[in-house]
């Protein structure tokens, strides 16, 4: 059974981030708040969190088009591959925000995820994720958590959520209601940036 939390996005309280961090550390799952819908992440460094991941979810890890959450974007170049000027303006400008950015993934990967040639990368605008991720001391892989019988709907009460994953997660961080639209993607992988996927981000960001 998963445990469920209460931290308050205004004063994250130390000791409940502290607790979210020994459970990722442990190779545990946990559900957490973002600025746009809930997620479902694990500690990056851990293989076997990434594989329970990629079973709930029904797809093959090395296959897998996760987020890593970042806190801020000096962990950028563990990642990803030098990138110019422009880029590096348009993240500036839009994170921490309610992006997901595409950029192209560099040899410092995890190993599960060396064949990959770009990366997703989330620099969330919410308190506890970015406690989380800063405490922990490296990103946080993460996917976001929908309801499979409308593929378009998103949980957004931290209580129906935990009814639902309570067997399959061992933490649910309850942050008040999340947002029912997604991030917005875009892939700055290429020469011209490309929306992927228009979410709750604005893209006159350019």
Known sequence: MAEFIKIYPDNPNPKEIKKAVDVLRKGGLVIYPTDTVYGLGCDITNTKALEKIARIKGVKLEKANWSFICADLSNLSDYVKQ??????????????????????????????????????????????????????????????????????????????????????????????????????????????PTIIREGKGDINIF
């Open 83 to 192: 990138i110019d000027t422009a880029t590096f303006k348009i993240l500036k400008r839009a994170l921490p925000g309610a992006y997901t950015f595409i950029l192209p993934g560099n040899n410092k990967l995890p190993k599960v995820f060396k064949k990959k040639k770009t990366v997703g990368i989330r620099v969330p605008d919410n308190s506890i994720a970015k406690a989380i991720v800063e405490e922990l001391g490296n990103p946080i892989v993460s996917t976001s958590i929908r309801d499979e019988d409308d593929l378009l709907e998103y949980t957004t009460d931290p209580e129906l959520i935990y009814e639902k994953w309570d067997n399959l997660v061992d933490l649910v961080i309850d942050g008040g209601y999340g947002d029912n639209v997604a991030s917005t993607v875009i892939d700055l992988s290429e020469d011209e």
